[in-house]
């Protein structure tokens, strides 16, 4: 196998199976079933001519040869069969790891009955997703009843399913998307706040990307989604919603607010990810500017003072500010703006900054510019002393 000879490793493991059928010792059979299932699966792939039909009698081959799998491998074998378009046998596979039943219920067996469960709530949901019209409320919406049958099933599964503390991302989902098709946007923010609130199930910040999506497509009020997104912040700070964070907590013209985009959007800069994003530095220099605008200088002081030491070593570096004159010259005017919101007196990348600014423009519009703020600042004087 690591050598590519897929027809000579063919070879080898259909003795090995033969061997294997042979034995009595059911310790074997127990520690040699899964192997052979990856192993088979393997070389099935990669044998030139291999045929859907040899996967299936492969997959049929193992379900009775080590019982404790036999769960595992009717799931994997239904993917097989969903990637061969073969829905219908995908979901007799299904039905029969459903109801299959091996001695005492253990709680690892548990664990895969629920997924298979789930799986066939998600099954009949592709089926339902394949025979909807593009269009909810049309007629053809309703008066396929095949489509409703399947939904009605779907949706009890599904039901079932999500209600039961766990991650269950890609069935709540489907789940979701059925409600809104049916136009039942009740359910489905009830369905999302639990996922996403309920203490008895898992950390898990998809649950609130999910429920601020479907909060943002129907229109909540920004308090809603601020508040959806504060959690998600809370879990994952460097997530790319907390552009939209940032955004929304500047649109409330809250001072408070304000200082808390400030936050948000800083600590979102100190994921190595996030270091070059213009986006966030664009909203850094914003948020700074609007505060500067309402006369809270000291609000980006005292944070800036927290964060000093950090940002001086992680953005404004000497090597940093050369790196970024060659590479993203906008980068580098963006980050230098910031930098003087802050107050801080870093000479030498503002001397990196107004070298490459210098160097970005002919020397006869330089002097022309600096003939011209002469001549304005003689004027202003000369007036000034008028005045007087």
Not at 80 to 103: C, F, P, T, V
Not at 126 to 131: C, D, R
Request: charged residues 30%; aromatic residues 10%; glycine residues 4%.
């Amino acid at each position: 196998m690591l050598r590519h000879n897929w027809r000579e490793a063919a070879g080898y493991f259909s003795s090995y199976i033969q061997t294997l059928e042979a034995g009595t010792l059911s310790q074997v059979h127990s520690t040699a079933s899964e192997i052979i299932w990856r192993l088979g699966t393997e070389i099935l792939h990669h044998v030139p001519n291999s045929r859907p039909d040899d996967f299936n009698a492969f997959y049929e081959q193992l379900k009775n040869f080590g019982v404790r799998n036999y769960s595992k491998i009717c799931l994997e074998h239904c993917f097989h069969l969903l990637l061969n378009g073969q829905m219908d046998e995908a979901k007799r596979q299904l039905s029969i790891a459903d109801s299959w039943r091996y001695g005492k219920q253990s709680t690892a067996q548990s664990q895969m009955k629920k997924l298979i469960r789930a799986y066939c709530g998600y099954l009949d949901y592709l089926i339902w997703s394949e025979k909807k019209p593009s269009a909810p409320g049309s007629e053809e919406a309703g008066s396929n009843r095949e489509m409703h049958s399947y939904f009605r099933q779907a949706s009890v599964t599904l039901k079932e399913i999500v209600s039961q503390p766990g991650v269950w991302d890609p069935f709540v989902l489907s789940y979701i998307h059925m409600l809104e098709f049916y136009e039942d946007e009740e359910a489905a923010l009830q369905l999302l706040e639990n996922y996403a609130y309920n203490k008895e199930f898992p950390s898990n910040p998809n649950a609130h990307v999910y429920l601020y999506q479907f909060l943002k497509t129907h229109q909540a009020p920004p308090a809603k989604l601020i508040g959806s997104l504060r959690i998600l912040h809370s879990l994952v700070p460097s997530h790319e919603l907390m552009l939209e964070l940032c955004s929304l907590l500047l649109h409330t013209k809250q001072q408070s607010d304000l200082e808390e985009a400030l936050a948000v959007s800083m600590d979102l800069l100190e994921f190595s990810s996030w270091r070059c994003d213009m986006k966030a530095w664009e909203c850094l220099l914003k948020i700074m500017k609007r505060l500067k605008k309402m006369k809270c200088k000291d609000a980006v002081k005292k944070e800036w003072d927290v964060r000093r030491s950090l940002w001086i070593s992680l953005h404004y570096r000497n090597y940093i500010g050369r790196k970024d004159s060659l590479q993203n010259v906008q980068l580098l005017m963006v980050k230098r703006d910031v930098l003087r919101c802050t107050g801080e007196d870093n000479r030498e990348y503002f001397r990196i900054a107004l070298k490459v600014e210098r160097g970005g423009r002919p020397k006869k519009d330089r002097l022309r510019e600096k003939k011209e703020k002469t001549a304005t600042q003689k004027k202003e004087k000369k007036k000034k002393t008028l005045d007087d």
